[in-house]
């Protein structure tokens, strides 16, 4: 009897696994387009730091992202049990912050194009400054990077939990945390490949003067630069795209109209169906910079009208 029993618990336990399993791969094809903008945010946002620091921040953040996931992955199923009318709003907030944070950063590039250094001696003091502030610097990008992954995560773990949604507790719990491990570690596994890459070039070059492997050392070398500067741009433009995509999601009209638009496009000879993927990701993405602007804007007015600090 006690045999049978066990047997019955074990056969249980295997249904759930592999029920586990298969909604975590349709998870993950489902969040494969977070997953992609995810990438480029965080190979954009640990880019910067002193060449032996890069994988000891991409670490932190890696860990930071764990410490985000751990706290999303209850609290999502707790608000899916109890308030699940909040998912929504919570995610059009998260949203809403990464439109303002991709639209500051344009402002903040644009507004400091005109800042120039005036002789050497100021050169040599900014740098200086620079060096005495590297820790402070360094805490900063991280703690940017684990801001900016805190809202990719819960649009992965929201996500997942609808892929989820009619599995019992446990089974939710299961789903959600292996996405969480496997998406937080493929993430950064090649957010640290990307930033390496100019190391990689240059053992490649230095371990033997000629060949192919020289060239190929050179080549990753000169192509690091233009790497980073184009995740710069992806990671912005990501940035509008995944906050302006969870805005028009959370606004009925808004999503129709794009999908009526998307729907006209695609009736395009010859490129209709190209304009019809790409369609919903520029609108999307246009809509985050209006709702970035009107956000930094709003700001700026109030910081004007607060009474300065003595």
């Not at 759930?16 to 946002?45: E, H, P, Y």
């Not at 808004?254 to 729907?263: C, K, M, P």
């Amino acid at each position: 009897m006690a045999g049978a029993s066990l047997l019955t618990l074990l056969d249980d336990i295997a249904t759930i696994l592999d029920d586990v399993a298969a909604m975590s791969k349709v998870a993950a094809r489902k969040t494969a387009g977070v997953l992609g903008d995810d990438l480029a945010l965080n190979a954009q946002q640990v880019s910067g730091v002193a060449s032996e620091r890069e994988l000891p921040v991409v670490f932190a953040v890696a860990m930071g992202s764990l410490r985000n996931k751990v706290i999303l992955v209850p609290l999502a199923m707790l608000i899916s049990a109890f308030i699940p009318w909040a998912i929504t709003p919570l995610l059009m907030c998260g949203g809403l912050f990464l439109c303002y944070e991709g639209f500051e950063k344009v402002y903040h590039s644009m507004t400091h194009k005109q800042t120039h250094l005036v002789d050497d001696d100021t050169v040599v003091a900014k740098a200086q400054a620079d060096i005495d502030d590297l820790g402070a610097y360094e805490k900063q990008k991280i703690k940017g990077a684990i801001r900016t992954d805190f809202v990719l995560s819960a649009e992965i773990i929201a996500i997942s939990l609808g892929v989820a949604a009619h599995m019992d507790l446990m089974a939710q719990f299961l789903t959600l945390s292996v996405i969480a491990i496997v998406m937080t570690f493929g993430v950064y596994g090649l957010v640290a490949g990307i930033v390496k890459i100019d190391d990689l070039g240059l053992y490649l070059a230095r371990r033997k003067p000629s060949g192919v492997g020289h060239k190929l050392g050179l080549t990753l070398v000169s192509a690091a630069p233009y790497l980073m500067k184009t995740l710069t741009f992806v990671g912005t433009i990501a940035m509008f795209m995944v906050g302006g995509g969870i805005l028009t999601h959370g606004i009925h009209l808004v999503f129709e109209w794009i999908e009526h638009a998307q729907a006209v496009v695609t009736q395009i000879n010859v490129v209709g169906g190209f304009l019809g993927l790409l369609t919903p990701s520029i609108l999307n993405a246009l809509f985050g910079v209006v709702a970035g602007g009107v956000v930094v804007l709003a700001i700026k007015g109030v910081s004007k009208l607060m009474p300065a600090k003595s």
